[in-house]
């Protein structure tokens, strides 16, 4: 090839490239990248999508209006106790099942594929099949606590407390499988030698756990760790279906109440506010969370 | 300090027989090597020996107590893996208090052992650095010290120096020999490599297909084996073994159809052998290129092909019908198609059953 015929070539090449990435690449700023530009342009304005006259440009006014209301700290404080006991509890029931689920056993293959089931479904079916479980008069939870265990019926959408309780069991429910996946998939991978090594070594199987399953598996387990905090914070459908947000705002996650802001009340700017604020949470959250999956990969290197 | 004793060992995986009903004495404070090919059973029997494996049929001992159903953690040892097994998380020095934290040692006591441990493999100055940044050479020293620090009463050893590169190989070889004299803890060694075997064990056990081929002294293996096997797998080269049938007088027909001279007592000794065709075996380093015949010496009329070097040593080759044998070389011998008598002594001939591969 001469100089000439390569430079054309490459010049082809150029042009070929560009005509398969474009496509894409205007799809995704067009479905990313303008909508979160907007958002935070949005966020600045007193600006509502069905009230589009009078849009003022108000500065931090939305930003301030939000944080200072005692409200929102509610939701935020709700919002959090959910995350902390929903992903805490799924996060050490995951890791304890994948373990069992790790012993040789017939069976095996079908019991994890059941397992897993749950995960498979749409947050929203959970949900409205979880609403007909919690159902005082004859849902199957109070027919075993009543019927079953012989204690009185439990309002379980009914009070403040139960309905927490019964969002996290729920979401649990839903959510375990996921931790036993990765879990499983990270005990799976640790070398049969390092055990075999182990228990020359005198060490018993709680030691093992401690100091071989959970430190070898824990850049996984932060990773899934990290999944299961960013999509809780973002929690809305299953509460949607599940509790709509009641009684009264008690199971409001922030998420929902940022659904209520920008589309029952189509305060379009304070909602690009909470939106990224919540948003500015999460990537907080995560990149704490990175830092020590990052330190432990490196550990474990 | 444990003896241990195998008696009828099995080992099957479906109609594979890993481990074939050996058995087997091992001493208190013995260096036992289990030396053959790839397959023939002997890391099988070592993690059957550990614990790691269950047996199919047979009893281990330790000592009088039967082990078969204990755990590894209850039996008292310790195992250098071919490939370390070190923990990749942990630092050397973790990785070698490993067994005294699952034992629950007190932090003074574990440091006095560690103190010790570095100290006996040269190991001060690797103990803070993660098990990744270690040559490969300092890994299985870690392993080894991971082994040796709880003072256990067997030490198990699979193909430690497998992995490693040659200058490795040598150094770790010595340490080896030095640790375990310095304990005088029982040792089970496993390798295919039989110049480890030769340089390292007390006693060596030659494996094959599941089964214990034969069992001695690495000197004895080496002057006198027992078997075809033995002969041409310890030694490198291995053993010259020329099929042959007795002729005239005592004196024996190779292949190839040359004839062996013998002196009058190995003549005798021929004459004996009750079988037609038999197998005749002698080390090349007992055979030596001749110009002339020594009356009543053992003889063979060869021409020499080329010359070979292993390991430092010149060897001759020759061919007795389509196959080749080695002989040792003077320096002032010259190569290339000459004709020469190989001579030998009396004491270094060994006779075989080509069927059953016994000596006769």
């Known amino acids: 090839m001469t100089n000439l015929e390569y430079i054309k070539y490459a010049r082809k090449e150029k042009l070929i490239k560009y005509f398969f990435l474009w496509p894409a690449l205007i799809i995704l700023l067009f479905l990313i990248a303008y909508p979160f530009i907007m958002l935070i342009y949005y966020s600045f304005f007193n600006f509502s999508f069905l009230r589009p006259v009078n849009t003022k440009f108000i500065g931090f006014k939305n930003y301030v209006n939000i944080l200072t209301d005692t409200y929102t700290w509610e939701r935020f404080i709700f919002t959090f106790k959910y995350v902390a006991l929903a992903v805490s509890i799924q996060f050490i029931l995951g890791i304890l099942i994948a373990h069992l689920l790790q012993s040789e056993f017939r069976g095996r293959e079908a019991v994890f594929t059941i397992v897993l089931m749950p995960m498979m479904l749409c947050p929203v079916v959970v949900g409205l099949f979880w609403k007909y479980m919690f159902n005082t008069e004859w849902g199957i939870m109070n027919y075993f606590v009543h019927n079953v265990l012989g204690f009185n019926q439990v309002e379980w959408l009914g009070t403040e407390r139960n309905s927490l309780w019964a969002t996290i069991i729920a979401d649990t429910w839903m959510w375990t499988p996921f931790m036993i996946l990765l879990s499983s998939a990270a005990f799976s991978s640790i070398p049969k030698y390092l055990y075999e090594a182990a228990s020359v070594d005198r060490a018993s199987n709680f030691f093992k756990f401690t100091n071989i399953t959970l430190p070898l598996s824990a850049p996984i387990l932060i990773l899934a760790l990290i999944f299961r905090l960013m999509d809780a914070m973002k929690q809305f459908d299953l509460v949607y279906t599940l509790t709509g947000g009641g009684p009264g705002d008690a199971t409001q996650t922030v998420s929902f109440t940022l659904y209520k802001t920008a589309f029952q009340y189509f305060y379009t700017g304070e909602g690009s506010a909470w939106a990224f604020i919540l948003l500015i949470i999460i990537i907080g959250l995560s990149s704490i969370l990175i830092k020590i999956l990052n330190y432990l990969s490196e550990r474990n290197r | ?360």
């Open chain 2, 1 to 360: 300090m444990a003896r241990i004793r195998l008696e009828n060992l099995k080992k099957h995986y479906g109609k594979v027989k890993a481990v074939d009903d050996i058995s087997l004495d091992i001493q208190d404070k013995e260096f036992v090597i289990f030396l053959g090919p790839s397959g023939c059973g002997k890391t099988t029997t070592l993690r059957c020996i550990a614990g790691l494996e269950a047996a199919n049929g047979g009893n281990i001992f330790f000592d009088e107590k039967r082990v078969n159903d204990l755990e590894p953690a209850d039996r008292n040892i310790a195992m250098v893996f071919q490939f370390y097994a070190l923990y990749p998380h942990l630092n050397a020095y973790k990785n070698i208090i490993f067994p005294l934290k699952a034992e629950k040692m007190s932090s003074h006591e574990i440091k006095k052992k560690v103190m010790w441990v570095a100290e006996l493999l040269r190991l001060e100055h690797t103990l803070n650095r993660k098990i990744s940044e270690l040559p490969d050479g300092d890994k299985q020293k870690v392993a080894l010290a991971r082994a040796i620090v709880r003072n256990p009463e067997v030490l198990l050893l699979d193909e430690p120096l497998s992995a490693l590169d040659e200058k490795f190989r040598e150094q770790m070889r010595i340490e080896f020999l030095k640790i375990q004299k310095a304990l005088s803890v029982t040792t089970v060694y496993v390798t295919h490599d039989q110049r480890e075997a030769m340089t390292l064990a007390d006693r060596i056990i030659v494996m094959k297909e599941g089964k214990i081929i034969e069992v001695g002294e690495p000197e004895k293996l080496y002057e006198e084996p027992k078997n075809l096997f033995t002969g041409y797998f310890i030694g490198s080269p291995g053993m010259n073994f020329i099929a042959c049938r007795a002729g005239e007088e005592g004196n024996i027909i190779t292949e190839g159809n040359a004839t062996i001279h013998f002196s009058k007592a190995v003549q005798k000794k021929v004459k004996d052998i009750s079988i037609e065709k038999f197998i005749f075996g002698i080390r090349p380093e007992y055979l030596y290129f001749s110009k002339t015949i020594m009356k009543e010496g053992n003889y063979l009329k060869v021409k020499i092909i080329n010359q070979e070097t292993i390991q430092q040593i010149q060897y001759g080759n020759f061919y007795l019908g389509n196959n080749l044998y080695k002989c040792l070389m003077q320096d002032s011998e010259s190569a290339g198609s000459v004709e020469r008598y190989v001579v030998f002594h009396d004491e270094k001939i060994r006779f075989y059953d080509p069927e059953s591969g016994e000596i006769l």
